[in-house]
């Protein structure tokens, strides 16, 4: 077995058994969406057929102007229970295609850090770190243990991740004009399934051309086997003539669909008015009576309490934060112990960031531009993806942190690197401990004492 299976080996086998204790006990139909996901794929298996977006009051599902990976992957694990007064078990045949997406997704947060680590003595701890956030932090086990797109997503964009990082790490010097071709195709591709998984990750689209400046940053010739090559710019447009054939072919048909159904080629507008009775900022400044500020400090605090899966499911938090301001809450030592550990998980990843920025202008000192471009993407994806979700919340409320999953590789990648600089790599087994111990302490509170109680009245 290679080194980098071994390393894989102990996050995904950890993946796998919590997402299958948190899957079989989230009360049915409890995720949110669950319900709207789980009918899209129905509906490709009775029907034959994509569904049409309808909004809110659509007859088949409100979430028909999803892109269809998800579904399609999760369609033929519910062939057997895709009849009327299944939904019980279909739905949680479904909810195991989404543990196989969390799988891919702590592949590659563990071998992101494997690619960006430069230093020997610290890869394998760093990558092993990386793959026991990915696979141990709550909000990835919640998302795996319930039916929706943002499993695909937010594996799909990790892939994409990785294998850019990895095109722009390995740099100018490798590259030959059928190698260009070729890298083009791949990336094109991966970028393309993303968006397949998620209209949200159209962002890799521009991040797919990055590659090019490992093609137009070289000069000098390069000698391979007896024969001396020289870079071009025929080279550059031989990657971006692969890359936009390829994310033609793998998501080009989703958008003409889209631009011939709905007038625009990521069914935004579409969105906007089927879900515009939807409450948004404005809504709590009149019926609330919040400021903007205050608006703000309560999307924020509502996407805190996700993204540690305090209460375990959006609705629930706002819920809880009302019983809390009440002197109601009777889980408070566990919200406080969670927002404790979620406070250290932060310390890690800051400093991630950081090390990020400063080995970039080292990379960018000796003039390695695709090297620096490739230590800060994971902090680029992040900041991306967070402003998609400001931006959505100035539209709707949405304060859930399942919206920030597209970016949990880079941030598990953040992490490590972070605790790797914070605290000694030897023993690597004290590293270790500490991720496990203290994401595994996390997400068993949000399985025994959130989980369970998801939809119940406290009081």
């Given at each position: 077995?290679?080194?980098?299976?071994?390393l894989?080996?102990?996050?995904?086998s950890?993946?796998?058994?919590?997402?299958?204790?948190?899957?079989?006990?989230?009360?049915?139909?409890?995720?949110?969406d669950?319900?709207?996901?789980?009918?899209?794929?129905?509906?490709?298996?009775?029907s034959g057929?994509?569904?049409?977006?309808?909004?809110?009051?659509?007859?088949?599902t409100?979430?028909?102007?999803?892109?269809?990976?998800?579904?399609?992957?999760?369609a033929?694990?519910?062939?057997?229970?895709?009849?009327e007064?299944?939904?019980?078990r279909?739905?949680?045949?479904?909810r195991?295609?989404?543990?196989?997406?969390?799988?891919?997704?702590?592949?590659?947060?563990?071998?992101?850090?494997?690619?960006?680590?430069a230093d020997?003595?610290?890869?394998?701890?760093g990558a092993?770190?990386?793959g026991?956030?990915?696979a141990l932090?709550?909000?990835?086990?919640?998302i795996?243990?319930?039916?929706?797109?943002?499993?695909a997503?937010?594996a799909t964009?990790?892939?994409?991740l990785?294998?850019?990082?990895?095109?722009l790490?390995?740099?100018v010097?490798?590259?030959?004009?059928?190698?260009?071709?070729?890298?083009?195709?791949?990336?094109?591709?991966?970028?393309?399934?993303?968006?397949?998984?998620?209209?949200?990750?159209?962002?890799?689209?521009?991040?797919?051309?990055?590659?090019?400046?490992?093609?137009?940053?070289?000069?000098?010739?390069?000698r391979?086997?007896?024969?001396?090559?020289?870079?071009?710019?025929?080279?550059a447009?031989?990657?971006?003539?692969?890359?936009?054939?390829?994310?033609?072919?793998?998501?080009?048909?989703?958008?003409?669909?889209?631009?011939?159904?709905?007038?625009?080629?990521?069914?935004?507008?579409?969105?906007?008015?089927?879900?515009r009775?939807?409450p948004?900022?404005?809504?709590?400044?009149?019926k609330?009576?919040?400021?903007?500020?205050?608006?703000?400090?309560?999307?924020s605090?509502?996407?805190?309490?996700?993204?540690?899966?305090?209460?375990?499911?959006?609705?629930?938090?706002?819920?809880?934060?009302?019983?809390?301001?009440?002197?109601?809450?009777?889980?408070l030592?566990?919200?406080?112990?969670?927002?404790?550990?979620?406070?250290?998980?932060?310390?890690?990843?800051?400093?991630?960031?950081v090390?990020s920025?400063?080995?970039?202008?080292?990379?960018?000192?000796?003039?390695?531009?695709?090297?620096?471009?490739?230590?800060?993407?994971?902090f680029?994806?992040?900041i991306?993806?967070?402003a998609e979700?400001?931006?959505?919340?100035?539209?709707?409320?949405?304060?859930?942190?399942?919206?920030w999953?597209?970016?949990?590789?880079a941030?598990?990648?953040?992490?490590?690197?972070g605790?790797?600089?914070?605290?000694?790599?030897?023993?690597?087994?004290?590293?270790?401990?500490l991720?496990?111990?203290?994401?595994?302490?996390?997400?068993?509170?949000?399985?025994?004492i959130?989980?369970?109680?998801?939809?119940?009245?406290?009081?």
């Amino acid at each position: 077995m290679g080194r980098g299976a071994r390393l894989f080996l102990l996050p995904g086998s950890l993946h796998l058994l919590l997402a299958l204790a948190f899957l079989t006990t989230f009360p049915p139909f409890r995720a949110p969406d669950e319900g709207a996901h789980l009918n899209y794929a129905l509906h490709l298996i009775r029907s034959g057929r994509f569904p049409v977006f309808q909004g809110m009051e659509g007859r088949v599902t409100y979430e028909a102007h999803q892109p269809p990976l998800f579904y399609l992957t999760a369609a033929p694990f519910l062939v057997p229970w895709s009849k009327e007064g299944e939904e019980n078990r279909a739905l949680f045949v479904a909810r195991l295609s989404s543990s196989l997406w969390g799988l891919l997704t702590v592949g590659t947060a563990t071998a992101l850090a494997f690619v960006l680590i430069a230093d020997p003595a610290s890869r394998t701890i760093g990558a092993l770190i990386a793959g026991l956030f990915a696979a141990l932090h709550p909000v990835h086990l919640l998302i795996s243990g319930s039916v929706t797109n943002d499993s695909a997503a937010g594996a799909t964009a990790g892939a994409a991740l990785l294998w850019i990082c990895f095109l722009l790490m390995r740099g100018v010097r490798s590259r030959l004009p059928l190698q260009s071709s070729v890298d083009g195709l791949i990336t094109g591709t991966v970028c393309g399934l993303a968006l397949l998984a998620k209209s949200s990750n159209i962002f890799f689209f521009l991040l797919g051309d990055l590659p090019v400046i490992t093609l137009l940053a070289g000069v000098g010739p390069i000698r391979r086997k007896g024969r001396t090559h020289r870079h071009s710019p025929l080279m550059a447009l031989l990657f971006l003539s692969s890359f936009f054939l390829s994310f033609a072919l793998s998501a080009g048909w989703w958008l003409v669909r889209n631009l011939r159904l709905y007038g625009d080629p990521l069914a935004m507008a579409a969105f906007l008015e089927g879900f515009r009775q939807s409450p948004g900022p404005q809504y709590f400044f009149e019926k609330a009576g919040l400021t903007p500020f205050q608006y703000a400090v309560l999307v924020s605090h509502v996407s805190w309490f996700t993204w540690l899966g305090i209460f375990a499911e959006p609705n629930e938090v706002m819920k809880g934060l009302a019983r809390i301001s009440q002197g109601e809450e009777p889980t408070l030592s566990f919200v406080l112990t969670a927002c404790a550990i979620g406070f250290w998980l932060l310390i890690p990843l800051s400093l991630g960031v950081v090390r990020s920025f400063a080995e970039m202008a080292e990379k960018l000192r000796k003039g390695e531009v695709s090297q620096g471009l490739a230590l800060i993407l994971p902090f680029l994806t992040l900041i991306i993806v967070l402003a998609e979700f400001v931006a959505f919340n100035i539209r709707f409320f949405q304060g859930q942190a399942r919206y920030w999953y597209a970016a949990h590789p880079a941030m598990a990648y953040l992490y490590a690197v972070g605790l790797i600089r914070l605290l000694p790599t030897q023993p690597p087994a004290r590293l270790v401990s500490l991720t496990i111990g203290t994401l595994i302490t996390l997400s068993l509170i949000v399985l025994f004492i959130w989980v369970p109680t998801v939809g119940l009245d406290y009081r």
